[in-house]
């Protein structure tokens, strides 16, 4: 009687320990989908202004079609970043191992987007520099 006690103690103990090692896992996963967005989102007002001066700089040069085609490209960069905002859903229900499939999807999904942004930025003010010069 007491080994079946103590193996059922050791039992719940181990259960115990994966159900808390699964839930900070998710945790974790939930703070680098957060860090990613929060890294990139205070750039979405460079990218409304690099896309308002490549518009106007595109009205000036006469061959303009490189400048346009980046503000079309900061403009995908905004959208994709407004889109995934809407979709992400923070309160997702489910069992553990479907919250970290979840998870791991939008982490995927943000990072793209980070990606996106951050050579969107880059490339337009590459672009602006050597309008300028």
């Not at 967005?37 to 079609?65: C, Y």
């Not at 997702?92 to 499939?101: A, I, M, R, T």
Request: with cysteine.
């Amino acid at each position: 009687m007491k080994l079946l006690r103590r193996s059922y103690f050791l039992l719940w103990i181990f259960i115990w320990g994966c159900l808390g090692e699964s839930k900070s896992e998710t945790d974790l996963l939930f703070q680098e989908i957060m860090d990613a967005h929060d890294e990139v989102m205070p750039k979405m007002g460079k990218i409304r202004n690099l896309e308002k001066q490549l518009k106007s700089a595109a009205l000036t040069f006469p061959d303009s079609t490189e400048l346009s085609r980046q503000a079309k490209n900061l403009a995908s960069a905004n959208e994709a970043m407004m889109s995934w905002m809407r979709n992400f859903n923070n309160d997702f229900q489910g069992s553990n191992e479907e919250k970290k499939e979840y998870l791991l999807d939008q982490k995927m999904q943000v990072y793209q987007v980070k990606e996106l942004m951050n050579s969107s930025i880059l490339k337009s003010e590459e672009l602006m520099g050597s309008a300028i010069d």
